[in-house]
Structure formats: structure tokens, C-alpha cells
């Protein structure tokens, strides 16, 4: 029952911004814990950041510290995720997550950052 639509990524150039979107639904949004992970060709699906269900917490993977940020408007039960400084190792799909739900996943978001 759970749905996860991302979208907002594209083609960005070095240095550039992005800002990700990902709709739930299916589960409480409001007391759920989100995540955002991505992956390359190739390469295995790593985490960058989470949220928890009051925002409380906010934690990022290396990488992703001073240059992203996560929120959420459980209003609109939606999850974002702003991306900032953007360099080519960022390119990757993009995917949200329900926190430790790794069963489900939705089709992702492309970000390519290329000049």
C-alpha cells in the first residue's frame, strides 16, 4: 500500500541547485520518519539523509552535510530535499524512503550534474 513519487530532478551544471519532492502515501505519514537515498550505475544504493516524523532530527551522510537539506510538510505529505553546490559524483537516482521500509521504493528521480 505504500506510494513514493519523486520527482524534481534533471539537468543541473556544476555549482547548481535542485530541489527533490518526493508524495507519499499508503502509511501516517505524520508519524513516519523519512529518508532520501540514491544510486549510480554501478554502484550500491547509499543513504543521504533523514528526518524524523516532527523534524526533530535531521541527519546526513558525509557527502551530503552543509550541502543538502531535508525537510518535510506533513500537511502535504510530502518530503523534500534541497540540494545545493552540486558536483558530478551527485548524479545519481534519487529515491525516498519511509524510514527502515526497505520494501518499498518508488521509481526514483534522475539528477545528472554535467556542464
Known amino acids: 500500500q505504500v506510494q513514493l513519487v519523486e520527482s524534481g530532478g534533471g539537468l543541473v551544471q556544476p555549482g547548481g541547485s535542485l530541489r527533490l519532492s518526493c508524495a507519499a502515501s499508503?502509511?501516517?505519514?505524520?508519524?513516519?520518519?523519512m529518508s532520501w537515498y540514491r544510486q549510480a550505475p554501478g554502484k550500491e544504493r547509499e543513504f543521504v539523509a533523514r528526518?524524523?516524523?516532527?523534524?526533530?532530527?535531521?541527519t546526513y551522510a558525509d557527502f551530503a552535510k552543509g550541502r543538502f537539506t531535508i525537510s518535510r510538510d506533513n500537511a502535504k505529505n510530502t518530503v523534500y530535499l534541497q540540494m545545493n553546490s552540486l558536483q558530478p559524483d551527485d548524479t545519481a537516482v534519487y529515491f525516498c524512503?519511509?524510514?527502515?521500509?526497505?520494501?518499498?521504493w518508488g521509481q526514483g528521480t534522475q539528477v545528472t550534474v554535467s556542464s
Open positions: 524512503q519511509r524510514t527502515g521500509c526497505l520494501a518499498y
Open positions: 528526518i524524523t516524523s516532527g523534524s526533530a532530527v535531521r
Open positions: 499508503g502509511f501516517t505519514f505524520s508519524n513516519a520518519g
